[in-house]
């Protein structure tokens, strides 16, 4: 690891203006994707400005009826929280489906949204990756990829978003709060996230010394119907293969309406949008479940050894929209 | 380098610190406490868990600079005196490890784990995540699975927890 | 001399070492910390095969605290070596993507890991070749494989028995490369002074290092002391010494410092060793009735260019069935792979895993319940030698298991069991590992205090030896295990083989019973105990070389039960029952750690584990724990082990078996034909992943 100065920013402002001033400069968070990347020689920051005591830990209802989730909060704290439990429940089991207990108590809400790709290429710097090494190649489309994207790739990057949170997150549309060296702000959840593009280093539309300072729920009453479901290979402990984050607004047999990311398919926690609105006002049916998950996935370009998360995807949707819908 | 006050196990230990320096390695070539054990440093295993203010952290991924007013716990500090935790006793009366190097991080884990429980927080298999939790087998299994031990104890350390949980 | 009412053997005593476990008081290698210290961070190699021209040290010199650079240009020679794997910083070649090219030593561990990645290497690189085919033109017939055995068996004309069977199945099956990933990475600490070279090793063997190390710095072994109280586990890959314990003694020779060296978990899945993946057909020829007529068993493997590892997989295959014409062979091809070697129950877990999936395909072609077909094909003797077996109880484990699981009541139509969105399914397979026992010494000293005090370089690698041979010596010296204090992880006691092929209780045992018999001679003959204390000592390698010709196995039968995810193809393990018989079982509680843990990294095995190769770079891509799956506590659910006891006098003074290994032979077959009852596929290349299952 390279040597670095560490800071501790007493508010939002000091932080900004620390990273501002050193172009260095990284935040640090709960540690637990950052210092790791540190010790791969990924990341290779010369200043830390620990942000933990900066930004808010609090998660607290806001005027709007939604929570206003403070960027420092821990990942274990949201996902115990009674208000996230019962009107968002699949943030909760999202958040819960992450890492492990103690990556959670150290993980913060707002580091968790910025964690970087576990693509085996990424996470080595003695082969090439055009987001370690931008312009070094991509060895993961010839290579290994079967936990990679199927949707929204391009031929510079087929990394996936890591993170289980940003895929409930998106589903519910989530306002992420930003401080910058402009201002403040308010980035929309899908779209906090971009797609690799021929610029797969940037992983978020964030410029230069934002900070992530909150994450705003909306109201959305019928989240409380909601479900978080997560394939992986091992039974706990492990990234996901695919996943699917759904909120079902159903009666007499008909969706009124339906939010739905997937996680595990894409360089951003992937808002199904062409399902949800195929599904808005069409009967509550496995048939209709599955047509909208196969206009969503006719989308996907899956590469030769992830082909299988195209139907994967499919049945997971398909059934947690009947589990919820009945 | 950094002066710093690291509170551990109750003692005070004043020291001077890389800022790379991982809490880990603070614990295990500055201080000579070495029950917590390094298996990956990249927070896959969890043979490294300690407390920190209570909570089980890994420590492989906490830059020590960053404690400096937090109270730490190993499995050193677990006994009470020469008595040992009822987990202590519990894992050598199920045989809860076999080559013991993740043992200190179970041992850790559990007791941070036995807390939430009690505070009420839900896991990925709790049916209904709005529910207290009831802490069965199945509870216990998905809480600890962040400590890895490749002995495959998993069923004794089960089993000793249930134990001590009831 | 205290008199006691029973025996110990066969008592359920708590680890002896318990304590110091859970308060964290057990030392490991890494953890003894010499006075002026220094760390050594090593460096690999970034290409597959070809030459280190140079390396541009410069920048990392001028780091702080930065002791030495050292690489082959100025490494301290040493002597030539037998595996070229030790043969470290000897030489500019590069053999595999991942050896070891340079190690950087500092006074901190951090700024030995920063000069360890600012070197600039410059390579002359060349075309690599590291992927295993059944076609590769390289394959060749070694001239014999692990553990002494022949290369090839033939018996009758296998082939015109194929073709007269009116029942065959024939099958190609593989396994991938799989890393042990003991908890504890392999560490050194190295010191050197002027009596020698001291090191606190993570070892499963410290005479053998002390053995191999003083060759290599050519001094005699008693000026080489190895120390490894207590070691995190191995399962293989600590059984020798490799490349990193080496290096930590060069690096100290070198900065005439003590040195302290971990081989940080990414750098072991190259330089620690690894089990070399499988293809392997079997052909099995059976009459109408399952009655095997002919067995081929064919496996194909790789080994690294700088040293030949073959591994026995087809060896089980040997003793497992009776038929008249059988055939089992070997081929190896030598890549630029990193080096294979030993990973618990080398050969038997991946063979078995073959030839017990085939047995379960041979049922189902026969319409004959899998349990029965194993019972009928049951030899009388050793099919291939025609010894008798010692002892041989794999029917009882069978009908036992069959039992215990309710099998009975079992319908075999495949993929007819749905609950909820689950497909359910159960299986079975027999396991075996041999009864091996190699010599070793030990002393027993009476103390005058009345204590006793038994000494042998045994290693506790977590099986549980210093509570067995506690328990063993407290038996033969007549007393109880609380007056008995058992030393091991030390080359300066006496001399014995390595804790490895599951032999260390039979080989360590008999040393410890026989010095201990020998002590209570000397203490019958001289009548008051002399103010100094008695000691005897025992040297096992006449008796073993003695021993009577018997074909010594272990065996058992697992059953499994598995659910697998309708939508998803997630397989778990619901339950998971070993039955076995191991001779006679020391202590009920660690064996049936023991069983239990072979028994989970089995299924680890099934479901979990391989190491991808990377083709381009030549190198395991999934090379840390997060990628490299091993099961977690979430996935090991309902594991049960029991035994058959077994009376066999013709093994060694305690009459017992290995169980360090038995345990995860058989579980992956288990629980692929479970997954086939379940679901109707027939997974034949593990892991046993979702994808391959999605439907």
Not at chain 1, 286 to 291: I, K
Not at chain 2, 24 to 45: N, P
Not at chain 3, 394 to 412: I, S, Y
């Amino acid at each position: 690891m390279k040597p670095f100065d560490y800071q501790r920013a007493a508010d939002t402002r000091s932080a900004v203006a620390a990273l501002s001033r050193q172009p260095e400069a990284m935040y640090l968070g709960g540690g637990t994707n950052l210092v790791d990347l540190m010790r791969l020689g990924v990341a290779t920051p010369a200043v830390l400005v620990d942000v933990t005591r900066a930004t808010s830990e609090a998660i607290e209802e806001s005027s709007g009826g939604g929570l206003l989730i403070g960027a420092a909060a821990r990942n274990s704290d949201l996902a115990a929280h009674p208000v996230v439990r019962h009107r968002y429940p699949m943030l909760a089991q999202a958040v819960l489906a992450g890492a492990s207990g103690q990556i959670r108590n150290m993980a913060t809400v707002g580091g968790n949204l910025l964690q970087r790709t576990r693509c085996s290429y990424f996470q080595d710097i003695a082969k090439p990756c055009n987001k370690h090494r931008p312009g070094s190649g991509c060895p993961a489309r010839e290579g290994d990829h079967r936990n990679l994207a199927i949707i929204g790739h391009s031929s510079s990057c087929v990394a996936t978003h890591p993170s289980d949170m940003a895929v409930a997150l998106a589903a519910l549309g989530a306002s992420v709060h930003v401080e910058g060296v402009e201002g403040t702000r308010t980035v929309p959840m899908p779209g906090l996230h971009r797609l690799p593009g021929d610029e797969p280093e940037r992983d978020t539309v964030l410029e230069p010394g934002d900070l992530i300072t909150a994450v705003e729920l909306p109201a959305l009453p019928y989240a409380s119907r909601s479900r978080y479901r997560k394939v992986r290979d091992r039974a706990s402990f492990a990234f996901a293969v695919v996943s699917v984050a759904v909120a079902l607004d159903e009666a007499d047999g008909v969706v009124r309406d339906c939010r739905i990311a997937l996680g595990g398919v894409a360089h951003v926690p992937w808002r199904a949008t062409l399902a949800e609105s195929a599904l808005r006002g069409a009967p509550a049916t496995a048939e209709e479940f599955t047509r909208a998950a196969d206009l969503e996935l006719a989308g996907a370009r899956p590469l030769p050894d992830n082909a299988f998360k195209v139907p994967l995807v499919r049945n997971v949707l398909v059934r947690v929209l009947s589990e919820l819908a009945s | 380098m950094t002066d710093m006050l690291l509170s551990i196990n109750g003692d005070e230990y004043p020291v001077v610190v890389d800022t790379r320096e991982t809490l880990l390695d603070t614990l295990r070539e500055r201080l000579d406490l070495t029950g917590a054990k390094k298996g990956c440093d990249h927070g896959q295993c969890g043979a490294c868990t300690v407390l920190v203010d209570g909570r089980r952290v890994k420590s492989c991924l906490t830059l020590t600079v960053t404690l400096d007013d937090r109270e730490i716990t190993t499995v050193e500090g677990l006994a009470d005196g020469d008595r040992p935790h009822p987990l202590q006793a519990a894992f050598i009366a199920h045989d809860a490890f076999q080559c013991g190097y993740c043992t200190p991080g179970q041992l850790c884990s559990a007791v941070g784990m036995l807390a939430e429980a009690a505070a009420g927080w839900p896991s990925v298999v709790t049916e209904d995540v709005c529910a207290e939790p009831v802490l069965d087998e199945e509870e216990i299994r998905e809480r600890m699975s962040g400590n890895l031990c490749r002995c495959g104890a998993y069923v004794n350390i089960v089993a000793a927890i249930g134990e001590v949980a009831r | 001399m205290t008199t006691t009412a029973r025996p110990y053997v066969g008592t359920a005593l708590d680890r002896v070492e318990g304590m110091e476990k859970v308060t964290g008081r057990a030392r490991y290698a890494y953890e003894h910390s010499p006075d002026e210290l220094a760390y050594a961070v090593p460096v690999q190699a970034s290409i597959a095969r070809g030459e280190v021209r140079a390396i541009d040290v410069q920048a990392a010199l001028t780091i702080p605290g930065v002791i030495a650079i050292i690489w082959h240009r100025n490494a301290p020679r040493l002597a030539p070596a037998d595996n070229a794997e030790l043969s470290v910083l000897q030489s500019a070649r590069v053999a595999y993507r991942g050896q070891y090219i340079a190690v950087a030593v500092a006074e901190t561990l951090q700024a030995a890991g920063e000069a360890a990645r600012s070197l600039s290497v410059d390579y002359a690189g060349e075309p690599h070749d590291t992927e295993l085919r059944a076609d590769h033109p390289g394959l060749y017939r070694p001239e014999k494989v692990n553990a002494g055995y022949p290369t090839d068996s033939e018996h009758g004309d296998p082939d015109a028995a194929m073709e007269a069977a009116p029942i065959r199945v024939d099958a190609t099956y593989s396994t991938p490369a799989e890393h042990n990933n003991p908890m504890e990475p392999h560490a050194t600490v190295a010191r050197w002074d002027a009596d020698g070279l001291t090191l606190y090793d993570s070892t499963q063997g410290a005479s053998a290092v002390r053995a191999t190390l003083a060759a290599l710095f050519t001094m005699p072994p008693a000026n080489v002391r190895v120390i490894a109280s207590h070691v995190g586990g191995g399962f293989g890959s600590k059984g020798q010494p490799l490349a990193p314990v080496v290096l930590a003694a060069l690096a100290a020779k070198h900065v005439t410092r003590p040195v302290k060296l971990a081989v940080p978990r990414q750098q072991m899945f190259a330089v620690t060793g690894y089990r070399t993946p499988t293809i392997q057909r079997v052909r099995l020829g059976a009459d109408v009735d399952g009655r095997l007529t002919a067995i081929v068993h064919e496996a194909i493997e790789q080994c690294s260019t700088i040293r030949e590892f073959a591994e026995q997989t087809t060896t089980p295959t040997r003793i497992m069935y009776a038929a008249p014409n059988r055939r089992t062979t070997h081929r190896v091809v030598k890549l630029d792979v990193p080096t294979p070697s030993w990973m618990r129950a080398p050969g038997e877990a991946p063979g078995m895993f073959a030839l017990e999936s085939a047995m379960d395909e041979l049922a189902i072609a026969c319409g004959i319940d899998p349990v029965e077909l194993r019972v009928r094909n049951e030899p009388d003797a050793d099919p291939e030698s025609g010894e008798p077996f010692s002892s041989r109880n794999l029917v009882a484990c069978l009908r036992e298991g069959a039992r215990r699981f309710g099998w009975a009541d079992r319908d075999p139509t495949p993929g007819a069991r749905l609950v909820g969105r689950t497909l359910i399914g159960t299986g079975v397979a027999a396991s075996t590992y041999p009864a091996y026992r190699s010599p070793s010494q030990a002393s027993a000293r009476l103390e005058p205090d009345g204590r006793y005090t038994v000494r042998i370089a045994a290693t506790d690698i977590g099986t549980g030896a210093r509570t067995v041979l506690t328990q063993i010596a407290a038996d033969a010296l007549r007393t109880s295990p609380d007056r008995v204090t058992v030393e091991i992880g030390d080359s300066a006691l006496p001399p014995a083989t390595l804790a490895g092929g599951s032999m260390g209780t039979a080989s360590w045992g008999t040393a410890v019973v026989r010095a201990c018999e020998a002590l209570r001679e000397q203490v019958s003959r001289s009548g008051d105990l002399p103010s100094a204390g008695l000691e005897a000592a025992a040297d096992t390698k006449e008796e073993i070389g003695a021993q009577e010709r018997f074909s010594r196995h272990a065996f058992g039968a697992q059953f499994a039960e598995v659910g697998v995810d309708v939508d998803t193809g997630e397989a778990r393990v619901l339950r998971l029952l070993g039955v076995f018989a191991a001779g006679r079982i020391v202590n009920p509680k660690t064996a049936r750690s023991q069983f239990i843990g072979g028994m989970t990294m089995g299924l680890s095995t099934a479901l979990f584990e391989e190491s991808l190769m990377d083709r381009e770079f030549g190198d395991y891509l999934n090379r840390d724990l997060a990628q490299y799956h091993v099961a977690a506590c979430a996935d090991v659910r309902d594991i049960e082990a029991v035994w058959i006891e077994e009376d066999d006098p013709h093994l060694n003074p305690m009459g017992t078996k290995g169980i360090g290994e038995i345990g995860i032979v058989g579980t992956a077959a288990a629980i692929a034909n479970a997954v086939h009852h379940a679901t109707g596929i027939r997974i034949r290349d593990l892991p046993i992943r979702l994808d391959k299952l999605l439907r």
